[in-house]
């Protein structure tokens, strides 16, 4: 910083020898150009009493007195010129000294006020070593951007995945939750948050982090942290069923062979193994009893909804937790359509559906997309799996 504030003070110098300068420029050509006057007339002066003299109209005496005179008129327009322009020229040398002397004051003011020397400062030590030595060293580093640019949804993002790497997930979190704040919904920052939540959480997923995964794979449905997520999840439920399916979405996005791949597959082969030592098999752990009903919209609104909206259908405890136990993704262009909801639709790992369970069932009309935002809604209440009849779920009513 010190050549920062160096030339600083070059540039401060000039500014106010400029502001000076028009003042001593001033003084000097006023006084030179009075003073060549006043000697031009007085010789002009002289010479015409010469020719007099010679011309034998003024006596020796008398042009001796005249040449006086005109000497004493030119010192005393000189002075009264002078005196005249004085208070003029000492207002103008006070206000332009005035100037010189605040303007370094105002500006280093200005620039402490609007400038930005944590900014300079980092971007100065991010060209002289742009590899930094340790984890936290960058954590640092990061945490000085972030400062410097908080709407900077890349450096909180950075910021999120090396909090992560020092085990910090509660403040990645937070770092992540920033960064979707100024990205938007990026399918890498959702899956990221997810995965933080949950590491925060004590490797258990809530509602925002399963709406984080849900968002991220209907934006990137092969997104391999959300599928990672959502097997490592249902695997730790016990849902190796679960586990299986997530982990073999992953493998056929990832590249054969390679370390992560053999990763995967062995985490398939794990969990092939505590499911065959329950005695289950897949389609087993899949089964269970399920809802059949028909999604329709009351005619009276069709005019009023949006086509392309979502409609999320889903069946929760309504005693328990608002967050759905079940659900699916529709579109309102589809109804009517005729439905089922089974255990393979559960939000979190390891979900089952008990006959016994009371459920309610809700299907909400969502024109941004988002399932816990919705403008219109059905609803049917003391629902149990398992039943035969087929359901009547009609979307008649505004959202509360």
């Given at each position: 910083?010190?050549?920062?504030?160096?030339?600083a003070?070059a540039?401060?110098?000039?500014?106010?020898?400029?502001?000076?300068?028009?003042l001593?420029?001033?003084?000097?050509?006023?006084?030179?150009?009075r003073t060549?006057l006043n000697?031009?007339?007085?010789?002009?002066?002289?010479?015409?009493?010469?020719?007099?003299?010679?011309?034998?109209?003024?006596?020796?005496?008398?042009?001796?007195?005249?040449?006086?005179?005109?000497?004493?008129?030119?010192?005393?327009?000189?002075?009264?010129a002078?005196?005249?322009?004085?208070?003029?020229?000492?207002k103008?040398?006070g206000?332009?000294?005035?100037?010189?002397?605040?303007?370094?004051?105002?500006?280093?003011?200005?620039?402490?006020?609007?400038?930005?020397?944590?900014?300079?400062?980092l971007?100065?030590?991010?060209?002289?070593?742009?590899?930094?030595s340790?984890?936290?060293?960058?954590?640092?580093?990061?945490?000085?951007?972030?400062?410097?640019?908080?709407?900077?949804?890349?450096?909180?993002?950075?910021?999120?995945?090396?909090?992560m790497?020092?085990?910090?997930?509660?403040?990645?979190?937070?770092?992540?939750?920033?960064?979707?704040?100024?990205?938007?919904?990026?399918?890498?920052?959702?899956?990221?948050l997810?995965?933080a939540?949950?590491?925060?959480?004590?490797n258990?997923?809530?509602?925002e982090?399963?709406?984080?995964?849900?968002?991220?794979?209907?934006?990137?449905?092969n997104?391999?942290?959300?599928?990672?997520?959502l097997?490592?999840a249902?695997?730790?439920?016990?849902?190796?069923?679960?586990?299986?399916?997530?982990?073999?979405?992953?493998?056929?996005?990832t590249?054969?062979?390679?370390?992560?791949?053999q990763?995967?597959?062995?985490?398939?082969?794990?969990?092939?193994?505590?499911?065959?030592?329950?005695?289950?098999?897949?389609?087993?752990?899949?089964?269970?009893?399920?809802?059949?009903?028909?999604?329709?919209v009351?005619?009276?609104?069709?005019?009023?909804?949006?086509?392309?909206?979502?409609?999320?259908?889903?069946?929760?405890?309504?005693?328990?937790?608002?967050m759905?136990?079940?659900?699916k993704?529709?579109t309102?262009?589809?109804?009517p359509?005729?439905?089922?909801?089974?255990?393979?639709?559960?939000?979190?790992?390891?979900?089952?559906?008990?006959?016994?369970?009371s459920?309610?069932?809700?299907?909400?009309?969502?024109?941004?997309g988002?399932?816990?935002?919705?403008?219109?809604?059905?609803?049917?209440?003391?629902?149990?799996?398992?039943?035969?009849?087929?359901l009547?779920?009609?979307?008649?009513?505004?959202?509360?």
């Amino acid at each position: 910083m010190i050549d920062f504030w160096l030339s600083a003070a070059a540039l401060l110098l000039v500014a106010v020898a400029v502001v000076i300068w028009p003042l001593w420029r001033r003084r000097a050509h006023g006084r030179v150009d009075r003073t060549a006057l006043n000697v031009a007339l007085y010789e002009e002066r002289v010479a015409e009493l010469q020719a007099q003299q010679r011309a034998g109209e003024l006596t020796e005496a008398q042009a001796e007195g005249a040449r006086q005179e005109a000497s004493r008129l030119l010192l005393e327009d000189t002075a009264n010129a002078d005196a005249r322009r004085a208070p003029l020229t000492r207002k103008v040398a006070g206000v332009l000294v005035l100037a010189a002397l605040l303007l370094p004051a105002a500006v280093v003011g200005l620039y402490q006020l609007w400038g930005n020397p944590e900014g300079l400062a980092l971007y100065r030590e991010m060209q002289d070593t742009p590899q930094v030595s340790s984890l936290e060293a960058l954590i640092d580093r990061t945490e000085r951007v972030v400062e410097v640019q908080p709407t900077n949804g890349e450096a909180w993002y950075m910021l999120g995945r090396a909090y992560m790497s020092a085990q910090r997930p509660a403040d990645a979190v937070q770092a992540f939750g920033n960064s979707l704040n100024q990205i938007g919904e990026a399918p890498d920052v959702l899956a990221q948050l997810a995965q933080a939540r949950y590491f925060a959480n004590g490797n258990q997923l809530d509602s925002e982090s399963v709406a984080a995964l849900d968002k991220a794979l209907e934006l990137q449905p092969n997104n391999a942290t959300a599928l990672g997520l959502l097997g490592i999840a249902a695997f730790e439920a016990g849902d190796y069923s679960g586990a299986i399916g997530y982990w073999e979405r992953l493998l056929q996005s990832t590249e054969p062979g390679s370390q992560g791949a053999q990763a995967i597959q062995g985490g398939i082969d794990r969990a092939r193994e505590r499911l065959a030592a329950s005695g289950q098999t897949p389609a087993e752990t899949q089964s269970g009893p399920s809802i059949s009903l028909r999604v329709s919209v009351a005619p009276e609104l069709l005019a009023q909804l949006d086509p392309a909206s979502s409609v999320f259908v889903f069946a929760r405890d309504p005693n328990g937790p608002p967050m759905p136990l079940i659900a699916k993704r529709l579109t309102l262009s589809q109804l009517p359509l005729d439905i089922t909801l089974t255990q393979a639709d559960a939000m979190l790992p390891g979900v089952t559906l008990s006959s016994e369970q009371s459920l309610q069932l809700v299907a909400r009309v969502s024109p941004s997309g988002d399932a816990r935002e919705g403008t219109h809604l059905g609803q049917l209440d003391d629902v149990h799996a398992g039943n035969d009849e087929q359901l009547q779920l009609v979307i008649d009513r505004a959202a509360d």
